[in-house]
């Protein structure tokens, strides 16, 4: 069965701290895995997307990586600010088909 | 502003109605795609419509249908509508289309719809 696992459910970190999300999966066969940020009742923004080939990606102090054979990825968020606080959803698609398989999300609340 | 139009931001409605929720895609995207989100719930892919034409099937329920129009707005209809089914409703657009694709989704500000 086609899953995405995200973990932990929800984190509180301190600003200024750094931390790692983590998103497992089972979608086969794989094409790409996708990161979102979604503020509280808004619409996701995208962070990062990467291919098989791809083992790390960067977008300011968002680094994304990616073991395809243990089929796990992170995200580190470095130096972490306030505007950090929101829902972050892995997704992953699969090669030929068009449907996407998202994680249940991580939420991160950073505090002063 | 991703780009991405969606109306009405807010709809309240009561049990058995219907709804219509549209989506106008970014200025040269073809494919549309509609989420659905609950409260505290993860999001949930309904179906994708790519040029006019239907290209994929999520967990949408038969009371809700989509149709992709001519100049690629979408709609998203919602009938005989329950309780359970008041949630935030996104609509996103892309370039291409097939999920195997790493064109990026941008996404609406989304619809909040509320039965009582």
């Known amino acids: 069965k086609n899953q995405v696992e995200q973990s932990p459910q929800s984190l509180i970190i301190l600003e200024g701290k750094n931390c790692t999300l983590q998103?497992?999966?089972?979608?086969?066969?794989?094409?790409?895995l996708r990161w979102y940020k979604q503020d509280t009742g808004r619409g996701p923004v995208s962070l990062t997307i990467?291919?098989?080939?791809?083992n790390t990606k960067s977008n300011g102090r968002y680094t994304a990586t990616l073991d395809a054979d243990t089929k796990q990825s992170s995200l580190h968020i470095t130096a972490s600010q306030l505007s950090d606080s929101a829902s972050y959803i892995c997704?992953?698609?699969?090669?030929?088909?068009?449907?996407?398989?998202f994680g249940t999300g991580t939420r991160l609340t950073v505090i002063p | 502003d991703s780009g991405v139009t969606q109306t009405p931001k807010h709809l309240i409605t009561a049990t058995g109605q219907r709804v219509t929720l549209r989506c106008s895609p970014r200025?040269?995207?073809?494919?549309v795609y509609w989420y659905q989100q609950s409260l505290d719930q993860g999001l949930q892919f309904l179906i994708q419509?790519?040029?006019?034409?239907?290209?994929a099937k999520g967990n949408i329920l038969e009371r809700f249908s989509a149709q992709q129009f001519p100049d690629l707005h979408s709609e998203l209809n919602l009938s005989s509508l329950e309780l359970g089914d008041s949630a935030l409703y996104f609509c996103?657009?892309?370039?291409?289309?097939?999920?195997?694709?790493?064109?990026?989704?941008?996404f609406g500000p989304g619809t909040r719809l509320t039965v009582t």
């Open positions: 996103a657009s892309s370039e291409g289309t097939g999920g195997g694709s790493v064109y990026e989704q941008y």
């Open positions: 998103c497992n999966y089972t979608v086969s066969p794989f094409s790409n």
């Open positions: 990467m291919t098989f080939s791809e």
């Open positions: 997704v992953v698609s699969q090669t030929g088909a068009n449907n996407l398989f």
């Open positions: 200025s040269g995207d073809l494919s």
């Open positions: 419509y790519y040029n006019g034409e239907e290209r």
